[in-house]
């Protein structure tokens, strides 16, 4: 049972380029999350899916865009990477939608430096 | 503005001895607070939760208390041992989100 399993675990991004971070969960969880950590900010939601089909913005969606592709898979892209998105992401998941008494669970994240 | 805070950026605190993390919020339409654990180089690990109906969770060595009126929460680690250095993050949630706060580094001295 791997739980959240986020890809890649490194990434270096000269500005301008994009990527797409991968997460899957296996825990048939409904809802799924993408943070950022930052030095002194602590977890930032970007974006979460509530449920397979939706999609809603957090804390700091500007510069993203994620796809729930299925049940499972919930994926995070930066369409034109800039220094700010130099950052470690995590990726998370939750059994219900709703999120009362339903503890998240997270991958190991991604580090992403972009130059 | 900052929903979830957590004023105290580290902790340090004798082996053996209480540790106290301390987490303010500010929307009252949160029901639902969790703690989480982080080491480096890897994912937060969830550790305690407590509903908003409730103002006590115990856990092992792990007790979670709310104060709703002051919209105030705190982990207290009784007794601390030095496995439990990481960072701590106090997390609210409420509308299908979690926010969480800066965290705080404690470090169990041996």
């Known amino acids: 049972n791997a739980g959240v399993t986020q890809t890649p675990k490194f990434q270096v991004l000269k500005t301008g380029q994009s990527m797409t971070l991968q997460c899957a969960q296996d825990m048939n969880h409904n809802s799924m999350y993408w943070y950022r950590q930052d030095p002194g900010m602590g977890l930032r939601l970007i974006y979460y899916?509530?449920?397979?089909?939706?999609?809603d913005k957090g804390e700091v969606p500007n510069g993203y865009n994620v796809s729930r592709l299925n049940k499972r898979e919930f994926s995070l892209r930066l369409e034109s990477a800039a220094p700010s998105q130099t950052s470690v992401y995590f990726c998370a998941s939750s059994e219900r939608q709703d999120t009362y008494n339903s503890p998240l669970h997270f991958g190991n994240g991604t580090r992403l430096t972009v130059t | 503005d900052q929903q979830v805070k957590q004023n105290s950026p580290s902790l340090s605190v004798q082996e053996g001895r209480i540790s106290i993390l301390n987490c303010d919020y500010t929307?009252?339409?949160?029901?639902?607070f969790l703690w989480y654990k982080k080491y480096p180089a890897e994912g937060p690990t969830f550790l305690i939760s407590?509903?908003?109906?409730?103002d006590k969770n115990e856990d092992g060595r792990f007790t979670v208390f709310l104060n709703k009126s002051a919209k105030h929460l705190s982990l207290h680690i009784v007794p601390s041992q030095p496995g439990d250095s990481a960072v701590y993050f106090c997390a609210a949630s409420g509308d299908n989100k979690y926010i969480f706060g800066t965290g705080t580094r404690l470090k169990v001295l041996a």
């Open positions: 929307n009252s339409m949160f029901d639902y």
């Open positions: 899916s509530a449920s397979e089909g939706t999609t």
């Open positions: 407590i509903s908003s109906i409730k």
